[in-house]
């Protein structure tokens, strides 16, 4: 029986605030972020670090708005200087052409500001807990910070990669020995490499 794919469904400004680190999969901080909409589906969400020149912030999403041509977004900067927020929204929605921009949204953490409807912004509330429990349902979980997703999936530092090399080296030659047919040997290879201790694996 097939179940469902779930759904997301954010129709207000406070609501996407709640669900962009969800799509993320990271709280945004001192970033710009494009949200491609399809029809009335989000599609591709990318940022970019807001520090600099606006130009140049702006410049970093170009590669996402030619890739979806004929696509709307909504620009979210998060930025805890309102100007230089504005700035880069500004740049940002000049790039894009202002035809192809569904809305564009601004938080410096404590209020938000939604250009199109309400220049005076408002307090942002706490993120609506349905909404997030909807997304962990989805099997969708944001990480603190971006700086935590390149901690998971970064490799060893160099000064790791002579110990990582003895260890593989010993077990490969454990491998290449062996007179066992190559399934078997795999199987011991895998068996060995699990037994390390963590300071074995990455010294």
């Known amino acids: 029986m097939?179940?469902?794919?779930?759904?997301?469904?954010?129709?207000?400004?406070?609501?996407?605030?709640?669900?962009?680190?969800?799509?993320?999969?990271?709280?945004?901080?001192?970033?710009?972020?494009?949200?491609?909409?399809?029809?009335?589906?989000?599609?591709?969400?990318?940022?970019?670090?807001?520090?600099?020149?606006?130009?140049?912030?702006?410049?970093?999403?170009?590669?996402?708005?030619?890739?979806?041509a004929t696509s709307d977004f909504i620009l979210i900067a998060y930025c805890r200087d309102r100007h230089h927020g504005e700035a880069v929204l500004d740049s940002a929605e000049s790039l894009l052409g202002r035809h192809r921009v569904v809305d564009t949204m601004m938080t410096d953490g404590v209020r938000g500001w939604s250009l199109f409807y309400d220049d005076d912004g408002w307090v942002l509330p706490p993120p609506d807990e349905l909404l997030c429990a909807e997304a962990v349902y989805a099997g969708l979980a944001p990480m603190d910070d971006r700086l935590a997703i390149v901690r998971l999936v970064e490799g060893p530092a160099s000064h790791q990669l002579p110990g990582l090399r003895v260890v593989f080296e010993a077990a490969v030659g454990a491998v290449e020995s062996s007179s066992e047919p190559w399934e078997a040997r795999l199987d011991r290879f895998d068996a060995y490499v699990k037994q390390l201790k963590d300071k074995e694996a990455a010294p």
């Open 2 to 68: 097939e179940h469902p794919t779930p759904t997301l469904k954010a129709t207000t400004p406070d609501e996407l605030f709640t669900v962009v680190p969800y799509l993320l999969g990271f709280h945004p901080v001192e970033s710009l972020v494009a949200i491609q909409i399809d029809g009335k589906r989000v599609g591709a969400v990318a940022r970019s670090d807001i520090d600099g020149p606006p130009e140049l912030v702006a410049r970093a999403l170009g590669p996402l708005f030619d890739r979806f």
